[in-house]
């Protein structure tokens, strides 16, 4: 059922509407408009003759790119007014539902309402077309309140339907999706996505792409030799160890602390929030009983520690998990109240009541568990909705002066400390060939190129992977590449015509540009819309060609 609006009379509205109710009274019509979150007074008119002809007057008032309400007196009584709500098809939707919901306040606030009335067209605001309604309502017989009211109300959802062939979010609203919206659903369906998340934009009425999130990549990380060896003494017959504690460091796992078990299970797992702390991550392994495979382990991810060491944590539990090869159950910490035998129990309750699950649904819930709470919410453009990471105020500015076509190459950054995409150069002109790109570290490029085979520039999205960069760096440009190309598409008007990722030198070459302008125009001439593009072929290296944007 729809809620109502909280809208309600001004000042103004409520003195009318006792003048009007009063005896002596000669108003035929008022007309009430939303304005401003009230119900605010328009054209009111007094009976000029008979009720026909006042009744068929009302044409004058409205308008077709606007609703209204129009109380209309049906005799002299006080209490036989006509409450007509105006929404015709031309409106807008949101408009439409606003004044639906708003119709029961507008009517108790009155009070002297006996009829209502829907007007979707000029023809039904005639006196002939209000006697068909109420012809209509004494052949299906006398309705409550509730039930004119819901007939009138699946009447409108009804008739505001608009056939299409794109596909739509609702059969009663229906705001199509944005081409953007709709290629990354395609690519969720397809399993190439995690995580999608749609808004809605009021001025275009569309349901639009706000971020996206590629499937998490293992990070390559695994344990030291150090770790290797302890696992194997951890596993043995006989061994006494309750916990060991290990985290990541110079992308390796690396053993720490290491207890036996020194009084009951409960009391030796609340012993664990001395191994811990605020500012950093770890795994736990804690073991359950004497089994050797009856481990659990358990990721230690608070909410203060920075979010690429939390992304860090959560990409290496499953190598972590198959290294030592003895876990039964694994277990989330985000807060020290979490790291309780208490808690550990009503975990294991929650699991019971929704029922068993597989190894990759508990790790699904878990990543998205912890999607869900890294979230940080800003006004400001971010590149994802789990990285949250903005763009500062020169590369913004940068990237507006690319779109706008003043530069022809803008790099940018990841600064890990300040969690930022940062501005790194930028050219007003320059070749593929003197594109500069380090050796050491991941990068993104926006390029425009300008192909002898086309009669305007091509904007090109350039990830350089960068094979000798460190894992977390990796982790970062990956995790940030899809929402900062839908940010750049909404926030920055930047048509990207092509989208790759390139892990050497050799393919920026103005050639390789112009040769893959040309795979990219055959196939999305040749290929159906949106559909899963296939990599180049050739030999010029690990890449991937994606066709990015509207074409």
Same mark, same amino acid.
């Given at each position: 059922?729809?809620?109502?609006?909280?809208?309600?009379?001004?000042?103004?509205?409520?003195?009318?509407?006792?003048?009007?109710?009063?005896?002596?009274?000669?108003?035929?019509?008022?007309?009430?408009?939303?304005?401003?979150?009230?119900?605010?007074?328009?054209?009111?008119?007094?009976a000029t003759?008979?009720?026909?002809?006042?009744?068929?007057?009302?044409k004058?008032?409205?308008?077709?790119?606007?609703?209204?309400?129009?109380?209309?007196?049906?005799?002299?009584?006080?209490?036989?007014?006509?409450?007509?709500?105006?929404?015709?098809?031309?409106?807008?939707?949101?408009?439409?539902?606003?004044?639906?919901?708003?119709?029961?306040?507008?009517?108790?606030?009155?009070g002297?309402v006996?009829?209502?009335?829907?007007?979707?067209?000029?023809?039904?605001?005639?006196?002939?077309?209000?006697?068909?309604?109420?012809?209509?309502?004494?052949?299906?017989?006398?309705?409550?309140?509730?039930?004119?009211?819901?007939?009138?109300?699946?009447?409108?959802?009804?008739?505001?339907?608009?056939?299409?062939?794109?596909?739509?979010?609702s059969?009663?609203?229906?705001?199509p999706?944005?081409d953007?919206?709709?290629?990354?659903?395609?690519?969720?369906?397809?399993?190439?996505?995690?995580? %999608?998340?749609?808004?809605?934009?009021?001025? *275009?009425? @569309?349901?639009?792409? &706000?971020? !996206?999130?590629?499937?998490p990549?293992e $990070?390559?990380?695994?344990?030291?030799?150090?770790?290797?060896?302890?696992?194997?003494?951890?596993?043995?017959?006989?061994?006494?160890?309750?916990?060991?504690?290990?985290?990541?460091?110079?992308?390796?796992l690396?053993?720490?602390?290491?207890?036996?078990a020194?009084?009951?299970?409960?009391?030796?797992?609340?012993k664990?929030?001395?191994?811990?702390?605020?500012?950093?991550?770890?795994?736990?392994?804690?073991?359950?009983?004497?089994?050797?495979?009856?481990?659990?382990?358990?990721?230690?991810?608070?909410?203060?520690?920075? %979010?690429?060491?939390?992304?860090?944590?959560s *990409?290496? @539990?499953?190598?972590? &998990?198959? !290294?030592?090869?003895?876990v039964?159950? $694994?277990?989330?910490?985000?807060?020290?109240?979490?790291?309780?035998?208490?808690?550990y129990?009503?975990h294991?309750?929650?699991?019971?009541?929704?029922?068993?699950?597989?190894?990759?649904?508990?790790?699904?819930?878990?990543?998205?568990?912890?999607?869900?709470?890294?979230?940080?919410?800003?006004?400001?453009?971010h590149t994802?909705?789990?990285?949250?990471?903005?763009?500062?105020?020169?590369?913004e500015?940068?990237?507006?002066?690319?779109g706008q076509?003043?530069?022809?190459?803008?790099?940018?950054?990841?600064?890990?400390?300040?969690?930022?995409?940062?501005?790194?150069? *930028?050219?007003e002109?320059?070749?593929?060939?003197?594109v500069?790109?380090?050796?050491?570290?991941?990068?993104?490029?926006l390029?425009?190129?300008?192909?002898?085979?086309?009669?305007?520039?091509?904007?090109?999205?350039?990830h350089?992977?960068?094979?000798?960069?460190?894992?977390?760096?990796k982790?970062?440009?990956?995790?940030?590449?899809?929402?900062l190309?839908?940010?750049?598409?909404?926030?920055?008007?930047?048509?990207?015509?092509?989208?790759?990722?390139?892990?050497?030198?050799?393919?920026?070459?103005?050639?390789?540009?112009?040769?893959?302008?040309?795979?990219?125009?055959?196939?999305?001439?040749?290929?159906?819309?949106?559909?899963?593009?296939?990599?180049?072929?050739?030999?010029?290296?690990?890449?991937?060609?994606?066709?990015?944007?509207?074409?």
């Amino acid at each position: 059922m729809p809620q109502e609006t909280g809208i309600a009379p001004n000042s103004q509205l409520r003195e009318t509407f006792s003048q009007i109710a009063s005896t002596g009274d000669k108003t035929r019509v008022l007309q009430v408009m939303i304005e401003n979150e009230e119900l605010v007074p328009k054209e009111r008119f007094e009976a000029t003759g008979s009720i026909e002809e006042d009744f068929n007057k009302m044409k004058t008032l409205v308008s077709t790119d606007s609703g209204c309400y129009l109380l209309f007196r049906l005799t002299d009584s006080n209490d036989s007014w006509l409450l007509i709500t105006v929404s015709f098809d031309t409106i807008p939707v949101r408009h439409k539902m606003l004044y639906s919901s708003t119709k029961a306040p507008m009517k108790r606030s009155f009070g002297h309402v006996s009829d209502t009335y829907l007007v979707s067209d000029f023809d039904e605001l005639t006196w002939k077309s209000y006697q068909s309604h109420i012809k209509r309502d004494d052949e299906t017989g006398p309705m409550t309140v509730q039930e004119q009211e819901l007939a009138e109300i699946r009447f409108e959802e009804k008739r505001i339907t608009q056939g299409t062939d794109r596909f739509h979010t609702s059969s009663t609203l229906s705001f199509p999706c944005s081409d953007e919206a709709e290629e990354h659903i395609i690519r969720f369906g397809q399993g190439e996505l995690q995580m %999608v998340e749609l808004d809605i934009d009021g001025d *275009s009425e @569309k349901i639009i792409l &706000k971020s !996206s999130l590629e499937m998490p990549q293992e $990070t390559g990380i695994a344990p030291n030799s150090q770790l290797r060896e302890t696992f194997s003494q951890i596993a043995s017959t006989g061994d006494k160890t309750r916990v060991l504690q290990v985290m990541i460091e110079n992308e390796e796992l690396v053993p720490k602390e290491r207890f036996e078990a020194t009084g009951s299970i409960e009391e030796d797992f609340n012993k664990m929030k001395t191994l811990v702390s605020t500012d950093s991550g770890c795994y736990l392994l804690f073991r359950l009983t004497d089994s050797n495979d009856s481990w659990l382990l358990i990721t230690v991810s608070f909410d203060t520690i920075p %979010v690429r060491h939390k992304m860090l944590y959560s *990409s290496t @539990k499953a190598p972590m &998990k198959r !290294s030592f090869g003895h876990v039964s159950d $694994t277990y989330l910490v985000s807060d020290f109240d979490e790291l309780t035998w208490k808690s550990y129990q009503s975990h294991i309750k929650r699991d019971d009541e929704t029922g068993p699950m597989t190894v990759q649904e508990q790790e699904l819930a878990e990543i998205r568990f912890e999607e869900k709470r890294i979230t940080q919410g800003t006004d400001r453009f971010h590149t994802s909705s789990t990285l949250s990471f903005p763009c500062s105020d020169e590369a913004e500015e940068h990237i507006i002066r690319f779109g706008q076509g003043e530069l022809q190459m803008v790099e940018l950054d990841i600064d890990g400390d300040s969690e930022k995409i940062i501005l790194k150069s *930028s050219l007003e002109s320059v070749t593929p060939e003197d594109v500069p790109i380090a050796t050491d570290r991941p990068a993104y490029f926006l390029y425009r190129h300008h192909a002898k085979s086309r009669d305007s520039p091509s904007v090109i999205f350039i990830h350089v992977l960068c094979s000798h960069a460190n894992v977390k760096m990796k982790m970062l440009f990956s995790s940030c590449k899809a929402a900062l190309l839908s940010g750049m598409t909404s926030h920055f008007a930047v048509d990207r015509k092509l989208e790759w990722d390139v892990s050497d030198r050799g393919n920026f070459a103005t050639e390789v540009f112009d040769d893959e302008l040309k795979v990219f125009t055959s196939e999305s001439h040749s290929k159906p819309r949106f559909a899963k593009p296939q990599g180049p072929k050739g030999a010029r290296g690990d890449r991937r060609l994606i066709k990015g944007g509207q074409s």
